[in-house]
Structures are given as C-alpha cells and as structure tokens.
C-alpha cells in the first residue's frame, strides 16, 4: 500500500485543549475516506490539521511526496464575501492561483479549462453571472469547479453536502468519484451514512480518539456508532490537558 | 452665461486650473481606494485613516512650518505607523483589526490636536483640517498628481490579490503567501490617497471625495470596473461644481466639494437603478 498521509500519535486542540487525539493512522494514496463521529469529535480539526492550518499538539502528519499548500481544501463554512461584485467565472478561475499566480496571464487554455470545469459541475450559461446571484447549491458548485482547477492530489472536503438540494449532491458526488478514478486521494467529512455507505470505500470513525479506520462496511457498524458516541460524552465530562486526563 | 458661470473661471484665475488639476488627481487616485473600502465593509476605516495622519502633518509643521514635504512626510509616517500596528496587533493579539484601528487612531488624533492647538495659530489648524485647493502650488501639484499616479499604477499591480483577498481571504491563505502583504499595500495605498487629499481638501474633507464617489456608485453599477468608473466621474464631477459654488458664492472650496458629492449619493440613492429607493419600492420584476 502507497501511504499519502500518515499521522504520527497526532493531537491537534484549540488553547491547549485537545479537539483530536493521540490518532495514529494511514490514508492510501488514491483512497476515498469518509471522516465521519459525533459532533465535536475533532473531524473538522483533522482536516486543518492536514491542512497545517493548526500545528499538533504532540505527534505529527507526514505528507508524502508533496507540500501543504498543493492541498485543495474546501472548509465548512467558507468565509467567502458573496456580496463581492465578481463573476461566477472570476471565483472559479482562482483555482488556477498556483500556475498563474498573483501576475500570470489567463491565457485561451486555461479560460477552456475554466469553462470546461463549470460544465462539469454544471454551471454553464453561468459564467458572467455575479457570484451573489447564485444559490448555495450553486455556490457549492462553484466552489468545487474552483476546486476542479486546483488540480489537486489531495482534496479535503469539510461537509461538502449540508443545505444542499439532491440534484446538486447527486453532481458532486459524481465529481468525487471523478477525482477517485483518476487517482486522486480524497478525505471528506460527512454526517449523511447513507451517502458514505453507498459513495465511500474507506472510512474513519472519529471520537477525539480514533474508533476505527478501514473498510466503509466494517466501520459503520452499529456497535462503532455506539462506541464513538459514548466516547465523545465521556471527552466532554472531563477536561483533557494536552493528551493527560486532568484529575 | 454658461462661459461666464462654468468656463470663464477656469479659463481666467490660474488658482482655479490649478485647484482643478489637484482635485482631478485626487479623485482619480483616491476614488478606486474608496471602493475597494467599501466593498470591504470598511467605509468608516478611511475615516479613522484620516485621524490618524493628523499629528504626523502637525509634527510635520512644528519642524519646518506651513512645508509640504515636512507635512507629507509627517502624515505618511503617522497613517503609515497606525495602519502597521493596528494590523499587527489585531494579528497577534486577540482584538479585532477595527478596535485595534479605532485604539490606536483615537490615541494618534489626541496628539494631533494637542500639537496643533499648543503651537499653531488657528488659521494653520484650518489650513490642516480644511485644506487650502485654492492655493496649491506647483510642489503640491506635482506631488498630488504622483500620489494619484503611483495610487492607481500600484492597484492595477494588485488587483488581482486585493479582489481575493476581499473575496476569500481564507482561500488566498492557503494557496499564497500574498494576503498579509495585500492588506498591508492597500492600507497604504489609503494613507497616501488620504494625504494627497489632505493637501487639498484638509485631512478631514479627504476622506470624503474617497468615500461618498464610492458609495453612490454603489447604486449605479455592480462590477468593479462599472463602480470604479462611476466612483471617478462622480468625484470629478463634484469637484468642478463644488470649484464653481465656491469660487462664485466665496464658500470654502473643500466642504463645498464634497457637499456636492454628497447631494451627488443621495440623489443616486433615491434615483439610481440599482438598489436605489424608487426601483426597491417598484414592484418586482420577473426576469
């Protein structure tokens, strides 16, 4: 097995507080992982983690054969100012920043890559459309066009599906297995089991510690659910320092 | 009779080409800045900007007196000082960049005027607050119209990081290491316009020909490009008329300019057909 990331007695936390922790595990290169366990259970905090958007607590992620930068990355809530005055085409052709960069011409092949990305996605006819005109299944779009043209080898999704109608899920997911096809490894938070049983090979069940990674019908069992769940009220009754119980 | 209420003004005082020529500059300098700040929901940071250069121009003159480089430097140094720290300390600590602004502007403004009132006559603390556009020598032109130059020269270098920036900083955070840089250069970019205006228009009338031109574009256009244009023309336009009332009814130059930019944003605001008040009150149209 080719590991992409592999996480070393990983605890990542806000103020010294531990959100994840002690998590030793390894994500396949071309893997399609679902992150899924109760809320506050560190699912988000992982992937800024990876993102080395927060630096651990203790432990380490190793990321092989590429920097953290080259990572595309769609967070939960987007801090995006839809009420900029810029086109849908505009947003969407920031996924090229890396090849062109603050000053770099986009040139006839990229505005056909650009057009091509919103055509999978769906939003063509779009393209002039100012970004505050779009409905959130349509940013969403927009969003994973931008992320189409990143061109990633890995792609972090935080809750990629909430508030967003079936038609448009149904696209994106198609999106996903696209990216999975061609080899890219892509980790996505996700709380609907029925999209991650039917879409997500690979899971990892998350309870600030691990519960189980592997096979997506191995780990969604009713007794890992119960487990992650019961291990997720104990985390909140008793305050963790830094991986050390406080007594 | 229009020759000798619009033209014969301009074309007879040299004082009023001259004036015209420095407001020209600053609207086009300082207009573009003005929408960037809108559209970032930072109306009111021009504002506080402005404050802020205050007891740099008033060191400036303490030195050297009424001298438009003492006073240049003295007010780039003081908007320059505040803008770094206040991003600094929003960045290191735990407050927000607009407190940290409002802290450090208040403090800056203090000094200003403590300066001005203990060492200069009242006729300078005019000069300072309101501006002297009728009474701009070669010097200060030139050096207005180079502040304009290097204002629009340095956004078009950048716009394509401040439009991100604006947008989604988070994303420009993750694929560059452009944003901190960015916001830095265009709050400077706000110091400069707003001393070059201050020479013109005072420290306290800049900000408006920065900010009232932008906020009524707001209701005739929606792209960039469409709101900077409009931002311009309107700018430019209120300093004409407001040369023109000025010079035929002996109003001070500068409120008289932007009180004209001022009718110019209410009356987009009722009329404009973008989110004007009569188009909202129409009934909406399918489209």
């Known amino acids: 097995m080719n590991t ?25 290169k071309g893997s399609l992982t679902a992150i899924v366990g109760p809320n506050g259970a560190g699912k988000s905090t992982l992937l800024k983690g990876v993102m080395g958007a927060l630096a651990p607590l203790e432990g380490r992620v190793s990321i092989n054969g590429f920097s953290e930068s080259d990572i595309a990355y769609l967070p939960q809530q987007s801090q995006i100012d839809w009420h900029f005055p810029i086109s849908v085409v505009d947003l969407v052709a920031m996924g090229l920043w890396r090849e062109m960069g603050a000053f770099g011409r986009l040139g ?7 057009k091509e990305a919103m055509a999978v996605v769906g939003l063509t006819g779009f393209e002039k ?50 990216w999975h096809r ?29 519960v189980a990674h592997g096979p997506t019908a191995m780990v969604l069992t009713t007794d890992n659910q119960l487990l992650a769940s019961r291990m997720c009220e104990a985390c909140a009754e008793t305050p963790h320092v830094c991986g050390k119980v406080i007594t | 009779m229009i020759w000798e209420l619009v033209f014969a003004p301009f ?75 206040s991003g600094f300390v929003a960045r290191v600590t735990a407050i927000t ?17 403590l300066i001005v009132s203990t060492r200069g006559s009242n006729v300078d603390l005019l000069h300072v607050l309101f501006g002297s556009v009728l009474a701009l020598d070669d010097a200060a032109l030139i050096l207005l119209c180079s502040f304009a130059t290097l204002s629009i020269l340095t956004l078009a270098v950048l716009l394509r990081p401040l439009v991100l920036e604006c947008v989604d900083p988070q994303f420009l955070r ?30 306290l009338m800049a900000v408006g020909i920065m900010i009232l031109p932008a906020t009524a574009a707001r209701f005739w256009a929606a792209g960039i490009v469409g709101l900077i244009s409009v931002a311009a023309l309107i700018a430019t336009l209120s300093s004409v008329i407001g040369l023109l009332l000025s010079f ?12 004209v930019a001022g009718i110019g944003y209410i009356f987009s605001l009722i009329f404009g057909p973008v989110g004007g008040a009569i188009v909202q009150a129409l009934p909406r149209q399918k489209t």
Not at chain 2, 44 to 54: K, N, V, Y
Not at chain 2, 180 to 192: E, N, Q, R, S
């Open chain 1, 4 to 28: 992409l990331l592999s996480f070393q007695n990983l605890t990542l936390g806000y103020d010294r507080l531990p959100a994840v922790q002690q998590l030793s595990t390894e994500i396949a």
């Open chain 1, 108 to 114: 006839r092949t990229k505005s056909a890559r650009v």
């Open chain 1, 129 to 178: 459309r100012l970004i505050g005109s779009l409905s959130g299944g349509q940013m969403q779009r927009a969003l994973f066009a931008r992320l189409l043209l990143q061109d990633s080898q890995l792609v972090l999704l935080d809750e990629p599906f909430t508030a967003i109608d079936s038609a448009t899920m149904a696209d994106l997911v198609a999106v996903i297995d696209g």
């Open chain 1, 182 to 210: 061609q080899g890219r490894t892509v980790m996505a938070v996700l709380h609907d089991y029925q999209t991650v049983n039917t879409h997500f090979p690979q899971t990892l069940m998350l309870a600030r510690e691990l």
């Open chain 2, 11 to 85: 074309v007879e005082f040299g004082f009023m080409r001259r004036a015209l020529l420095g407001c020209v500059a600053v609207s086009f300098g300082a207009t573009p800045v003005g929408v960037f700040l809108m559209l970032r929901r930072m109306s009111l940071t021009g504002d506080a900007m402005a404050h802020a250069i205050l007891p740099g121009a008033a060191i400036g003159y303490l030195i050297s007196g009424l001298s438009l480089s003492a006073m240049t430097i003295g007010g780039l140094i003081a908007g320059m000082v505040v803008a770094l720290t």
């Open chain 2, 97 to 113: 960049e607009d407190a940290s602004l409002a802290a450090f502007y208040l403090i800056s403004l203090a000094v200003g005027v």
């Open chain 2, 174 to 203: 993750s694929v560059s290491r452009l944003s901190a840089i960015t916001h830095f250069i265009f709050l400077a970019l706000v110091v400069i316009n707003l001393v070059a205006g201050f020479h013109a228009l005072g420290t």
């Open chain 2, 248 to 259: 035929h009814f002996s109003l001070p130059s500068g409120p008289a300019i932007i009180l």
